[in-house]
């Protein structure tokens, strides 16, 4: 599961950049102006990560019965508002030291890519494509996308993304490659997207419907007009 750290959280929330790992780690010892960003966006980070922590934890303790409050409530709900505030200064400071640091740094490219299903929503998951040809993308889906869609694949393949020679990407639906590779009924064709989120996030909208009451048995060719206009939404 991607995102587990608040701080890669926050970061992708803001600029869809979605983080394996705190990158800029391998950067922290280098002594140059880059090695300067790195250490102030580490730094950044523990502190966002520690104050977020305390927030989560404070909180329960503050929504308690009246009956059942500590003597210490007044200076504990001082304590959460200071923090709140310090965490505010802390997420602006994240982002403005990550753009600095990634001004000097490539994240993403390559062979393998990370996606937010919902771009400034790290909420519903990431899907993970691996390229598996000049043309096309293996789509994997965290274990937060499965949940967020309900369905059973968790770390595991959704289908395949193909780029057109047009400019767009028809995304086929399957559970293993070999069955779009070899045309099996168990890899379904799903419309072509304007763009990359759009035909990652209809993979898992299929599979929802797939295995809903709704799916009836049907092939996507099958599918009334708005529930085609559902699989991008």
Request: glycine residues 6%.
């Amino acid at each position: 599961m991607f995102l587990t750290d608040h701080a890669l959280r926050r970061i992708a929330a803001s600029t869809n950049e979605v983080l394996p790992d705190q990158l800029w780690r391998f950067d922290t010892a280098a002594e140059d102006a880059v090695g300067d960003l790195a250490r102030l966006l580490h730094k950044t980070a523990r502190e966002y990560n520690a104050t977020v922590a305390y927030l989560d934890s404070a909180v329960p303790h503050l929504t308690v019965r009246p009956a059942l409050r500590t003597a210490g409530q007044r200076e504990a709900v001082y304590g959460m508002l200071a923090a709140i505030e310090r965490h505010d200064l802390l997420s602006s400071v994240l982002i403005d030291a990550y753009t600095a640091w990634r001004r000097h740094r490539t994240v993403g490219g390559g062979n393998e890519q990370h996606l937010l299903v919902y771009p400034g929503d790290p909420a519903h998951g990431v899907i993970t494509l691996s390229r598996t040809s000049p043309r096309f993308w293996r789509a994997t889906a965290d274990t937060e996308a499965a949940k967020a869609f309900d369905v059973p694949y968790a770390g595991r393949i959704v289908g395949l993304i193909g780029e057109t020679p047009e400019g767009r990407y028809e995304a086929t639906a399957c559970s293993d490659l070999a069955h779009a590779e070899s045309g099996s009924p168990m890899a379904y064709r799903l419309p072509d997207r304007d763009d990359l989120t759009t035909a990652c996030r209809s993979l898992l909208r299929w599979w929802q419907l797939r295995h809903s009451a709704a799916w009836r048995s049907r092939t996507p060719d099958q599918l009334e007009p708005a529930e085609l206009g559902q699989l991008a939404a």
